[in-house]
């Protein structure tokens, strides 16, 4: 009969120590809070204390380091500087078995869990879960784990979606918040509502009478930077893109759109631009306003109106001078120059191009000015009736009343009766969608009208202010007054000059 010699394990196939000689395992804890309230830092701080001592008294362990992550959520690793150094110090063999409060502390996304538990397996890494009383290198570990795990992050869920829930009913409640350490002019007040910050407000207030004295975001974005005005976050250089979203958001006027943006996931905390998938609310007179509603719409009709025609700030010029033969801009040309004799002249951009030869003069810029002095000097005589005309303009054009709201009502009636008729049928669904394609037209023509009217009211609202500012014709030539007052210069071919007011006043030069 064979004789049959049991060989014992000298190895635990599990941990990959030694069964016959006593090794230390290499021990490390992780400890988390996800907020910074002081109650959560107290217990961050007790955690590490805890951990210190609870792996230094035993004996069969050697202790590593207390990995932390102090404010950060635990539903995604992505962000956890801690962790993830722990981690790859696990997966590099510094450590051997990982102790952590719960299975919550240690991740709410299942799938981040288990990853991330799987992989320390492999590398002969264990967790210790000291609530749940879970070890990983248990046979049951893994079943419990993902049980704690799924609870855990439908915990996160619940969490999110009454969050989500509040901040809604916060919208429309009206009640306004903003990202005060990042927004440029305002401050939370006392009853918790913004309130505006002097020397920043004039900041605001510059850049949007840059913009309307004809400069482009990027030329405004190089003044401030040259100034030495810091950014709305502290920082020496301005870009565009800060400068254009501060021209272009409604909280400046004392109104605030909320909502702009939604949640995507609760796990990745990824968000989108709002398209019209969750409501949007509209506060208007939410907070004190730094730029005038008519500034503030004038800025926005010549946003549009520069993204329709061709525009430039390198000359005050440029858009504004028309040739009176063929409707082209008058552009700037240099003539000589490499010598002395180097001048700059404005002259058609179509003056020799095609069969026809335009026959309109070219213009020098002191001759531009001289001829806008004179003109103005005619439009200043007139001030008392331009003052006159343009508030009684103003007057008509607020009085008329927007039906926008009523064709937005009628448009949604319209459309639940053709969402009726898919689910249920029907036999007006021609008629139906005749109704609603003429509704939406209707629609369309009235938003152009309104936006229009809002462009009209600010060109009134402008000249109003400058002429108010401005006690006595102009001996030199203001830049200023000509980008706010002038809406064009037509030149036409026996040299005469025609010059357009923003009220519709034309002058003969």
């Known amino acids: 009969m064979p004789k049959v010699t049991v060989i014992p394990p000298s190895i635990n196939r599990t941990t990959r120590q030694s069964t016959t000689t006593p090794t230390r395992r290499k021990v490390a804890a992780y400890a988390r809070v996800s907020t910074d309230f002081e109650e959560q830092l107290t217990s961050y701080e007790a955690q590490i204390s805890y951990y210190t ?10 202790f590593v380091k207390i990995y932390t992550d102090e404010g950060i959520s635990a539903t995604s690793t992505k962000h956890r500087e801690g962790f993830n150094s722990m981690i790859a110090d696990a997966l590099d063999g510094k450590i051997d078995l990982i102790i952590t409060k719960s299975v919550s502390r240690f991740a709410r996304n299942t799938v981040d869990s288990l990853t991330t538990i799987r992989k320390l397996k492999e590398h002969h890494v264990e967790c210790f879960f000291e609530k749940e009383n879970i070890w990983t290198f248990d046979s049951k570990g893994e079943l ?22 509040g901040q809604r009913k916060r919208f429309a409640d009206g009640k306004v918040s903003l990202p005060y350490a990042h927004f440029l002019g305002y401050r939370k007040g006392e009853n918790g509502l913004p309130e505006i910050v002097p020397e920043e407000a004039e900041t605001v207030r510059y850049i949007y009478q840059r913009f309307i004295d004809g400069l482009t975001p990027y030329k405004i974005a190089n003044e401030l930077t040259a100034q030495g005005v810091p950014t709305p976050c502290g920082k020496e250089k301005w870009s565009a893109s800060t400068v254009k979203s ?26 989108q631009i709002n398209e019209g998938q969750v409501p949007q609310y ?5 907070h004190p306003a730094i730029i005038t509603p008519e500034e503030f719409d004038f800025v926005q009709s010549e946003f549009q109106k520069r993204c329709v025609k061709p525009y430039s700030s390198t000359s005050i010029y440029a858009t504004k001078i028309i040739c009176g033969d063929c409707g082209s801009y ?13 001048r700059v002249i404005y002259q058609c951009n179509s003056k020799f191009k095609g069969s ?18 004179q003109a103005f000097a005619q439009y200043f005589s007139q001030k008392d009736a331009v003052i006159k005309n343009c508030q009684f303009a103003l007057t008509r054009l607020k009085k008329q009343e927007s039906k926008k709201a009523e064709l937005q009502d009628e448009l949604v009636a319209v459309n639940e009766k053709l969402k009726d008729y898919i689910q249920h049928g029907g036999e007006n669904f021609d008629a139906l969608n005749a109704k609603y394609e003429e509704l939406s037209a209707k629609l369309d023509a009235e938003e152009t009208a309104e936006s229009d009217r809002k462009r009209r009211i600010a060109k009134m609202q402008k000249i109003l202010l400058m002429l108010k500012k401005t006690d006595s014709v102009l001996e030199t030539f203001d830049e200023s007054v000509w980008n706010a007052v002038l809406e064009n210069l037509t030149v036409f071919h026996d040299g005469s000059l025609v010059f357009l007011f923003r009220d519709g006043t034309e002058i003969k030069v």
């Open 53 to 62: 001592n609870y792996i230094q008294r035993n004996p069969d362990w050697e």
């Open 144 to 165: 419990l784990i993902t049980i704690m795990s799924s609870l855990a992050q439908e915990e996160s869920r619940s969490i999110s979606e009454n969050v989500t829930w």
């Open 246 to 271: 501060i021209l272009t958001n409604e909280k400046y006027k004392g109104d605030a759109l909320l909502q702009k943006k939604f949640t995507v996931d609760f796990l990745t905390k990824k968000q």
């Open 282 to 286: 509209y506060v208007e007179n939410s």
């Open 330 to 342: 008058f552009g700037a040309k240099v003539w000589h120059s490499n010598s002395k004799y180097r």
């Open 356 to 373: 026809h030869f335009c026959t309109t003069p070219h213009l020098y810029e002191p001759e531009i000015q001289e001829k806008f002095l």
